[in-house]
């Protein structure tokens, strides 16, 4: 037998075992226990709101949004945007700020940015959730006859610019099984007027096809009461599409307070 030594490489050490190992490694792993210690050489807990965020999405899991307050439900959004922080703070925040969990989600960019604690990642979650809100309620409407279906219209008008700060105006054209055709945002104008043109909107019709319209447009102000322009505009587009075979079948404004339907009112 030989009594050879077997030399060590530069760079590592045997443990145990006998088993050779890198330095670094060691050196990692005694570093990483360290940072584990306080000064009083017992290891550190995990943060506190770690079992928190568990806690909360098991509640979330077995008994839904309902068994959750906003700020909760906020809090599970921004979880995946701030993973090392307590992010309750921030979600009562924003509520304070704007509101209700809907109009977080929907707040401009420019306004969520004001608020310390909110970057990029954290507003990118909750424009995802608001986009999903705007597809999950188009979804109810799409291919299917929209007059049977009305109280889905309504929450797809309101999911997709009921809490806009500036005005929008949609139309929703239908064929004669009144089904969505298309789906548009014609004008936007500032946060109390927006220019419509009503040869330009039958225009638009014709060339899709359409057989009937609905209008829709927000009330930034949250009030959405119409207002005697909203009236004689819609008489207006009424008027030029009749003849040409497109009926209005009605004009919804929506806003933060909820909804009008100027055909309800009959006011068209």
């Known amino acids: 037998m030989s009594n050879i030594t077997q030399q060590v490489p530069v760079g590592f050490r045997r443990?145990?075992?006998?088993?050779?190992?890198?330095?670094?490694?060691?050196?990692?792993?005694?570093?990483?226990?360290?940072?584990?210690?306080?000064?009083?050489?017992?290891?550190?807990?995990?943060?506190?709101?770690?079992?928190?965020?568990?806690?909360?999405?098991?509640r979330f899991r077995e008994a839904g949004a309902a068994a959750l307050a906003d700020y909760e439900m906020l809090e599970l959004i921004l979880f995946r945007a701030i993973p090392q922080r307590d992010v309750k703070p921030l979600a009562k925040t924003l509520l304070e700020k704007f509101g209700s969990f809907a109009e977080v989600i929907a707040a401009p960019e420019q306004r969520l940015k004001e608020i310390d604690g909110v970057g990029e990642a954290a507003i990118t979650e909750l424009k995802v959730v608001q986009a999903a809100a705007q597809l999950f309620a188009k979804g109810s409407v799409t291919k299917r006859t929209v007059l049977s279906s009305w109280s889905s219209v309504l929450d797809y008008c309101r999911a997709a610019?009921?809490?806009?700060?500036?005005?929008?105006?949609?139309?929703?054209?239908?064929?004669?099984?009144?089904?969505?055709?298309?789906?548009?945002?014609?004008?936007?104008?500032?946060?109390?007027?927006?220019?419509?043109?009503?040869?330009?909107?039958?225009?638009?019709?014709?060339?899709?096809?359409?057989?009937?319209?609905?209008?829709?447009?927000?009330?930034?102000?949250?009030?959405?009461?119409?207002?005697?322009?909203?009236?004689?505009?819609?008489?207006?587009?009424?008027?030029?599409?009749?003849?040409?075979?497109?009926?209005?079948?009605?004009?919804?404004?929506?806003?933060?307070?909820?909804?009008?339907?100027?055909?309800?009112?009959?006011?068209?």
């Open 161 to 268: 610019q009921a809490f806009a700060e500036k005005e929008q105006f949609r139309i929703l054209f239908l064929d004669k099984r009144n089904q969505l055709i298309a789906d548009e945002v014609q004008q936007q104008g500032t946060v109390d007027h927006t220019p419509v043109y009503p040869r330009e909107v039958v225009k638009r019709a014709l060339e899709l096809s359409a057989t009937a319209i609905i209008l829709v447009h927000n009330h930034p102000s949250g009030d959405p009461t119409p207002s005697q322009a909203d009236i004689e505009m819609t008489r207006q587009i009424a008027s030029a599409a009749k003849p040409l075979g497109v009926a209005l079948h009605d004009h919804i404004i929506v806003g933060r307070d909820g909804h009008a339907s100027l055909k309800g009112l009959k006011l068209i």
């Open 15 to 58: 443990d145990e075992g006998s088993q050779l190992i890198a330095l670094d490694r060691v050196e990692a792993r005694t570093s990483s226990a360290a940072k584990r210690k306080g000064a009083s050489g017992l290891a550190e807990a995990p943060p506190h709101y770690h079992g928190h965020r568990e806690r909360l999405r098991e």
